[in-house]
């Protein structure tokens, strides 16, 4: 879901006909931004009276009928002038809110932004360049869901915080200056590319200015520049586009370790990209807004290819957490659990025991039985305060924070970055305050907390550090909790390394390799994840070195996959009372990899993941007040393999393509899910294979009905149709298979059904097999 937002411009209210502050705002990029993200407010504000100690503000009416604020603290010297961003998340409902500009209970000056909410999945791409008509064929584009829209933007618009780019599918810089990039702003660009992003980058004659600020993230090393006298090689790359023998003007350079040239022509590279974690960067040495290129009819299919596709994410990478499991996860710690049975057993005991026999005998030793009128009672008092005490002090006495944290790591970046939940317990009924660092964001959790501060109020003010989160009000033997986004450089001290190696011949790709664990912590219950499967490890005690070696399979729908399958395999017990730790463990995997159809997607890469406990934590605290805390971190770090080709034919597997699909986040359904235009699936090659001509293709489609009840149809790059292939009951043989397999081997295939008729598409695999 997408918001374009209707941003006033330069819009300033006064609280005071004689103020001398003023503010301004602009939210989201170029006007857009989508629930369930941040968004990014640019503020600027104008002092020209005497010194002020101000807090800014954004504030908005949440669901809850509170008012949700995020603000920041300044210091507006007389005479300034400050430029920042505030992020806030933004409710589905949202409609307007206002930036206001407050000393005390004194507003000095407010403005209000008006927001509207567009219901379609749009892709945006952002274009920053001196000649946006250039780049107008980005409007036309149909992306595999929903529309496609293009944002403006100017290199101070770029948010400097990763969180707040994440409404962008795809940014373009041609033309511009990206040397004007900050520091923060250029950490958040290399952020979001790992995360997923997309960054396009053109060459030519002003390369130099375009890479300024943005060398270091290009495939290429750029030395200079170069005539070619002709752009052949594209045009023939772009399936069914116009022929272009005119040359031009590129940038040329040495193509750097990790990159993967597209287009060359005559050994020259044209196109090179990069892989960085789970997005890509392309280096397009042309200018497209010289000809020939210009009037080019070739472009709308390029981009599509390139930066329409969307980039694939496992699925704990989505950033939906499963509510149920989380809040289960975050309460299992001892103070909340109950005591023991023999505890129990031996405390009713102990009481019978008293009150009965031993009080009788004493009291009838003193000859005075009628004082049990009297001393049962007091007996009772006496046992029922010992309770209450004896379980206020197995609660504890200072408050407890349990910590737990989701970080995904790749191989060549400097952060990580991290998702967490800290649930605050208190032994009393009081409030506290809590702060974060490194910068990192705090919102409530609405599966547990929908009123923290009160009244369904929600304030975190930003310092130099992070954010701090003041008056959290907590009940006696109650739990508060918050959701934490940011990212971390500490967990690169978390490392591997490895010597993976994918092998491709003419049989199911393998892989393998050995993984070495060079950080100082054990890493619990390694595990390598692949498409085809979770394979334990084990414990990894640091320099330990483990062997590794997988088939990649094909399989989209097989136990090995399925979430049950997969936390059993750690052979965990979520119900041993004694085994706190691993019931924590068991909740939190469940709720990060929690899907419709309970299947734990990785789409596609090698990832190694582990814990590692009470040695790094989410960077929230509390302020001012000691307290105890439990720390469980999960972490995900993204492999990337080598690759060894043998000689002879290649098989490729659809195990070693990534997908993007209509339904999210599967490739597998049931006639319940489909329209009538049933759904859509684009494949394309993780690993950066080269061939020539194409052997064969085929199809594996499972189902619970016969093959004459499913619709398959292919793209047919070469006239850009749908065909319809006939499916057979086991493996299906494309006829003329080369006119499917597009740019870079790209695959694209349409599955339905007959509506009156039940079926469900249990797997959907295929196998190519190629010439180099």
């Known amino acids: 879901m997408t918001l374009a937002l209707l941003i006033p411009a330069n819009i300033a209210a006064t609280a005071q006909a004689q103020s001398t502050i003023t ?145 962008l599918d795809a940014l373009i810089i041609s033309n511009a200056d990206s040397g004007t990039l900050t520091v923060r702003q250029r950490q958040a660009l ?109 472009f709308e299919n390029f981009y599509l290819h390139l930066i329409g596709f969307k980039s694939p994410k496992p699925l704990w990478a989505s950033g939906r957490w499963d509510t149920y499991y989380a809040d289960t996860a975050l309460s299992t710690l001892p103070e909340l659990s109950l005591p023991s049975f023999i505890y129990v057993c031996c405390w009713l005991g102990l009481y019978i025991a008293v009150i009965g026999p031993l009080n009788y005998f004493i009291l009838r030793r003193i000859k005075r039985p009628e004082l049990a009128w009297v001393t049962i009672p ?41 998702t967490g939940m800290v649930g605050l317990y208190s032994p009393t009924r009081t409030t506290y305050d809590l702060k974060s660092g490194d910068d990192f964001l705090l919102m409530p959790y609405l599966g547990t907390s929908p009123s923290l501060q009160g009244g369904n109020d929600w304030l975190a003010v930003k310092n130099d550090a992070g954010y701090t989160v003041p008056d959290v009000r907590v009940e006696i033997g109650g739990m508060q909790s918050i959701s934490a986004e940011g990212s971390l450089p500490t967990l690169q001290t978390l490392t591997v390394q490895h010597d993976l190696v994918v092998n491709l011949s003419n049989r199911l790709p393998k892989l393998s390799g050995k993984i070495t664990n060079t950080s100082s912590y054990t890493l619990r219950d390694a595990t390598l994840v692949t498409p085809s499967g979770w394979t334990l490890i084990g414990d990894i005690a640091p320099n330990e070195t483990r062997k590794v070696s997988s088939t990649l399979a094909n399989s989209s729908n097989t136990s090995l996959t399925n979430q049950y399958t997969i936390l059993n395999s750690f052979g965990w017990d979520p119900y041993a009372e ?26 596609t890469g090698v990832y190694l993941m582990g814990w590692v406990d009470n040695e790094i934590s989410v960077p929230v605290d509390l302020q001012g007040q000691e307290s105890n805390s439990t720390d469980t971190l999960l972490f995900f770090q993204k492999l ?87 499916l057979q009951s086991f493996n299906t043989k494309v006829p003329n298979a080369a006119r499917f ?16 008729d039940y079926f469900e598409i249990t797997a959907v695999d295929f196998t190519l097999m190629v010439q180099p």
């Not at 954004?58 to 603000?71: A, M, V």
């Not at 060398?215 to 594209?234: E, R, V, Y």
């Not at 393999?641 to 490739?667: A, F, K």
């Open 741 to 756: 397999v597009g740019m870079d081997g790209e695959i694209r295939m349409n599955i339905t059904g007959n509506q009156n």
């Open 578 to 603: 004694n085994n706190i730790p691993e019931q924590r463990r068991y909740a939190f995997l469940q709720a990060v990899t929690t899907s419709t159809y309970g299947y734990v997607n990785v789409n």
């Open 190 to 298: 290399e952020l979001w590319i790992a995360n997923g992003g997309k960054l396009f980058v053109t060459g030519g004659l002003e390369w130099q200015t375009t890479t300024a600020g943005i060398s270091d993230l290009l495939p290429l090393q750029i030395n200079g520049t170069k005539n070619i006298t002709s752009l052949s090689a594209l045009s023939d790359y772009t399936i069914g586009s116009t022929a272009l023998e005119a040359g031009t003007l590129i940038a040329s350079g040495k193509v750097l370790a990790g990159s993967n040239v597209l287009v060359q022509q005559n050994g020259t590279p044209l196109l090179v990209e990069k892989p960085v974690g789970f997005g890509k960067v392309y280096f397009f040495a042309a200018d497209p807004s010289l000809k020939p290129l210009s009037d080019w009819d070739g």
């Open 378 to 418: 007091v007996l009772v008092i006496v046992f029922t305060s010992l309770a209450y005490f004896s379980g206020y002090l197995y609660r504890g006495t200072r408050p407890i924070l349990n910590r737990i944290m989701l970080a995904q790591t790749w191989e060549g970046v400097e952060q990580s970055q991290v």
């Open 23 to 167: 503010v301004t705002a602009q939210a989201g990029l170029g006007g857009f931004c989508k629930t369930g993200n941040w968004l990014p407010v640019r503020v600027t504000v104008n002092n020209t009276g005497a010194d002020v100690n101000a807090r800014v503000q954004s504030s908005f009416k949440n669901s809850g009928d509170g008012t949700t604020t995020e603000g920041m603290d300044v210091s507006l010297p007389s005479t300034s002038r400050k430029e920042f961003f505030l992020y806030i998340r933004p409710e589905s409902f949202m409609r307007t809110f206002s930036v206001s500009v407050t000393e005390g209970n004194k507003v000095l000056a407010t403005t209000n932004l008006n927001i509207n909410c567009l219901s379609d999945p749009t892709t945006l791409f952002g274009v920053i360049t001196d000649s946006p008509s250039t780049f107008s064929v980005l409007n036309s584009i149909r992306p595999l869901t929903g529309a496609a829209k293009t944002a403006q933007l100017k290199i101070d618009d770029l948010p400097d915080h990763a969180s707040g780019w994440g409404m």
């Open 640 to 726: 990337n393999p080598g690759l060894q080709v043998e000689p002879g034919n290649l098989m490729l597997s659809s195990s070693i393509y990534s997908w993007e699909s209509t339904l999210g986040d599967s490739i597998t359904s049931s006639y319940y899910n489909l329209s009538a235009e049933g759904y859509t699936i684009r494949f394309q090659p993780s690993l950066p294979v080269h061939f020539s001509k194409v052997d064969s293709l085929q199809l594996n489609i499972g189902t619970n009905t016969t093959p004459d009840k499913i619709i398959l149809k292919l793209w047919d790059h070469e006239t850009g149709a749908w065909i319809q292939v006939d």
